[in-house]
Structure formats: structure tokens, C-alpha cells
């Protein structure tokens, strides 16, 4: 067990073959792990246990196709921890769901409930599929199945999950209402991210772009810069990118670039985000041929010479080979897993101050749990109140991990880590295990 070597100084990253397992979620996420077990001397039978998920479960979704064949994909769901409370997390549809990726992002969950502060634990769940070939009804009876499959791993006191990649509010209703129908009553709280008809709280949708932009203006505070002179450059322009983006222009930041997998858009006199957003939406949510900018590449808008970069896309964005080039003195990490191993400890020695993933994306978990506990008390909060609270625990949250950032001298990432460990590990110390 790694516990007690100095991985300050060794580079724990093994690059392993050419390609195979070179960004590997869950060996990035172990590492940083690992890195923070060591600097708190985590008692290793704890460390056995927190670094393992409670339980998996993989299973076969058949769907009856439009064409009447029937096709059978595989789902999962993992529940990596439940010591503060019911696993939450979201489910994410794509063709490159497999097990490694829905461990790491399980284990994501506790951490990031566990540093943001609400009492749940982690989960993640997915089905290895294409969704842009899929119609809606192939969609619609794959979540059921998923959903009825899952029947007993889901429930409002023991796992709640939520829209990720390519699942939205319209698969939350579906979800919510097969697990209804199972237990025969309506049970709103079972699943968040929902439609607001149907007991979805006001202002989730927005939540994890407002929590990218409160920590990041946390940030700019921090190391002295003002929003209104800032330079931002966001990679991704789906929920989180675009809100994002949206918000921190609110604030007085000028965007100067944003991009999606039809490339990067550049305007040095910064961006009309809401044309850009009403292009997006009119193409298929897509920025292909927009004109409000130049384009240029995705690699090229992860080198602009800006305040704040923003990757609010995918894993593995920012890795070993361009780090060096990243020019932004903050990286504010939208997306999950956006930077590797290696390229953390780049951006670190260029001083660059990374607000990590379990931090800055932790609005949508939070607004996630205003939503369940909506549901829970049938008593429905304003857009205001939610982001009045949103605000402030995001900002709380910020000021602890920029303070174990400081206690430790060590990233804001592991900062993060130490928090979230150190929490989870104190509840399981008083709980105890189970004999
Ligand atoms: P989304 O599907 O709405 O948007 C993803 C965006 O990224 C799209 O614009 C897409 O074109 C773009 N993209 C994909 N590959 C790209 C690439 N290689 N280069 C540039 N752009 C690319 O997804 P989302 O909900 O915005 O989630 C984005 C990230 O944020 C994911 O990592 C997700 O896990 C994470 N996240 C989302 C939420 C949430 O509430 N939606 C919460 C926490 C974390």
C-alpha cells in the first residue's frame, strides 16, 4: 500500500503503454487520493476502505428498437460511500461509459459531498450507449428497464441519482416515474435534476455554472484580480460551460473564447454569450460556424494568454503534454477530471491556482440536495432563496479549502482531498464498522 512513501517528491504517476489506461479516471483520482492519505497519515485500514466502492452493480438493459430488434446494453451503477448519508450521483449515457470511469466518478461524489458539505455520499451510474442514435422512445424504454433493473439500489433514503452527461431532466422524469410506479406512490425525491412540474427545485439547472462562477470570483479575490479586468476562456458550452460563461460575463468578465467539439471560437473583444447561446440552441446545440468570433483550435484556447481558463467539458483536457502551455493564472474546472496527474503538478510549479473539480463543479450536488429536501418537505423554495444558499456554501466551502491549501501547503486539489477524507473518515470512526 502507497501510504508511506513521499509522493511529493517521486512522480506517482506511472505512464503506463502507449495509449491503453493513459488517462485512466479512476488511477487519476486514486493518485490524488493517495497524495492526501499520505499527508494526513490516514490509518491504513481506513485507507483500505474509503479508496474501495461499497458496491457495484453492472447489469443488461435489453430494449425493443424501433426497428423491433432487440439490442442489450450494459449498465452500472456504483456506490462508492455511504457514511454521511444516501449515495447521490448522476448518471451519464455515452459509448465510452465503462467501469474504471463510473468508479472514479463515484468516489468524485463523496469527495465533493463531503467538501462542499451535504449529507450525502457518493455514487455514479451509466449505460455504455450512443444516445445521438437513439430515438426518444428507445431512450425512454432503456431508462426504464435501467431503472426497474436498479429497483432496489435507488430509493429517497438509500441512492438518489441525477442527470451527467447526455441524461437530462426529460430522463429524471422517466426515471422518477418507473420508480413510482414500482412502490405505487409518487415519489419525487428519489431522483433530482427533475422538471420543475414535477419537483425539481428552481435554479438547479443553473447550479454548477453559479458554483464555477463563485468559486472562481472566490479565486480572483484571493490572488488579487477584479472581474471587470478579467479575461476568461471557457472549454465546453453545454450546461455548465454556457451558464458558466453567462454568469461570470455577468460579473463583469470579458469571454474571450469558448468552444465545443465543433471547435474553439475566439473574439478578443470578448463574446456575446447570450448570441452565442442563441446560436447554439437554433444548431442543434451546437457553435458550429458561428460568426461572433474567429475559430481556432481547442488546443490553441487552452493556451490563450487569459486570467481564467475554464474546462467545463470533459476528462482529461489538460494533460502532461500541454499543461506548460496553459497561460491562465486560474484553472476553474467546470468539467470532472479535466486535468491529469501529470499536469497538476505542471500547473502547480507555473503557479497557476487550480480550483478543482470536487470544488468548483459542487453547485449541482448542492442544489441537488435543496432539491431532495424540497421534495422531501413538499415545501418548494424561490430561485433566490436557492441561490442565496447555493452562494454561500459554495463560498464556505472555497474558504475551507483554500485553508487546508494554506495549513498543508500543498494545491487546492489536495486541500480538497484532505477535507473531504478527513470528514468521511471522522464519521466512520464514530460510526464504527459494522461487526
Ligand atoms: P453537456 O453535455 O451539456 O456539455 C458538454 C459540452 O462539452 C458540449 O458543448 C460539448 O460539445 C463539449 N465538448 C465535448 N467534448 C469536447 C472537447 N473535446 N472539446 C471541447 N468541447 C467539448 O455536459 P455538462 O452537463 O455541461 O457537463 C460537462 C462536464 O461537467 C462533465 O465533465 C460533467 O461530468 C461535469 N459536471 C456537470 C454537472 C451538471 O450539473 N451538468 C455537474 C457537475 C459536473
Redo the contacts with the bound molecule.
Keep these: 500500500m502507497p501510504l508511506k512513501q513521499d509522493v511529493r517528491k517521486k512522480a506517482v504517476y506511472q505512464e503506463p503503454g502507449p495509449i491503453l489506461d493513459h488517462d485512466n479516471p479512476f488511477q487519476s483520482m486514486m493518485e490524488r487520493f493517495d497524495y492526501a492519505a499520505e499527508l494526513i497519515d490516514l490509518d491504513p485500514g481506513l485507507y483500505e476502505y474509503l479508496k474501495s466502492p461499497s458496491r457495484i452493480h453492472i447489469t443488461s438493459v435489453p430494449v425493443s428498437m424501433d426497428d423491433k430488434s432487440i439490442r442489450v446494453f450494459q449498465g452500472y451503477r456504483v456506490i462508492h460511500n455511504e457514511v454521511l448519508g444516501p449515495s447521490k450521483g448522476?448518471i451519464?449515457f455515452a459509448p465510452d461509459v465503462d467501469l474504471d470511469e463510473v468508479k472514479a466518478?463515484a468516489a468524485w461524489m463523496t469527495w465533493?459531498c463531503a467538501v462542499v458539505g451535504v449529507p450525502f455520499g457518493g455514487a455514479k451510474g451509466g449505460i455504455t450507449c450512443d444516445p445521438s442514435t437513439m430515438s426518444s422512445g428507445e431512450l425512454e424504454r432503456m431508462t426504464r428497464r435501467y431503472t426497474a433493473n436498479l429497483m432496489d439500489v435507488f430509493g429517497p433514503d438509500k441512492d438518489i441519482p441525477?442527470?451527467?452527461?447526455?441524461t437530462n431532466e426529460q430522463i429524471m422524469a422517466w426515471l422518477m416515474d418507473t420508480y413510482s410506479m414500482h412502490v405505487r406512490r409518487t415519489e419525487t425525491a428519489v431522483v433530482t435534476?427533475k422538471p420543475l412540474i414535477l419537483g425539481g427545485s428552481a435554479g438547479?439547472?443553473e447550479?454548477?455554472?453559479r458554483?464555477v462562477m463563485t468559486t472562481t470570483l472566490a479565486a480572483m479575490e484571493r490572488i488579487g484580480l477584479r472581474a471587470s479586468q478579467s479575461t476568461v476562456a471557457v472549454?465546453?458550452?453545454?450546461?455548465?460551460?454556457?451558464?458558466g460563461a453567462q454568469l461570470l460575463r455577468e460579473q463583469g468578465c470579458k469571454i474571450v473564447a469558448v468552444?465545443?467539439?465543433?471547435?474553439?471560437y475566439y473574439n478578443a473583444n470578448g463574446i456575446d454569450i447570450e448570441d452565442a447561446v442563441r446560436y447554439?440552441e437554433s444548431h442543434g446545440?451546437?457553435?458550429e460556424g458561428y460568426g461572433g468570433a474567429e475559430p481556432i483550435s481547442?488546443e490553441e484556447?487552452l493556451a490563450l494568454e487569459v486570467d481564467v481558463l475554464a474546462p467545463?467539458?470533459?476528462?482529461n483536457?489538460i494533460t502532461g503534454k500541454n499543461a506548460a502551455n496553459v497561460k491562465a493564472k486560474i484553472v476553474s474546472e467546470?468539467?470532472?477530471?479535466?486535468t491529469t496527474p501529470e499536469a497538476d503538478t505542471i500547473l502547480e510549479a507555473n503557479g497557476v491556482l487550480v480550483i478543482p473539480?470536487i470544488l468548483a463543479?459542487?453547485?449541482?450536488?448542492t442544489v441537488?440536495y435543496f432539491e431532495w429536501v424540497q421534495d422531501r418537505q413538499g415545501y418548494f423554495w424561490t430561485a433566490d432563496r436557492v441561490n442565496r444558499r447555493l452562494d454561500r456554501m459554495m463560498r464556505e466551502a472555497f474558504e475551507k479549502v483554500y485553508g487546508a491549501k494554506e495549513e498543508y501547503n500543498v494545491s487546492m486539489r489536495i486541500g480538497a482531498y484532505v477535507i473531504a477524507i478527513k470528514k468521511v473518515a471522522d464519521a466512520l470512526r464514530m460510526r464504527g464498522i459494522y461487526a
Design positions: 448522476g451519464r466518478l465533493k441525477a442527470p451527467d452527461m447526455n435534476g438547479r439547472r447550479a454548477t455554472g458554483g472549454q465546453g458550452f453545454g450546461n455548465v460551460g454556457s451558464i468552444s465545443d467539439v465543433s471547435g474553439g447554439a446545440r451546437s457553435l481547442n484556447l467545463c467539458a470533459k476528462e483536457q467546470g468539467a470532472n477530471g479535466p473539480d463543479n459542487a453547485g449541482g450536488v441537488s
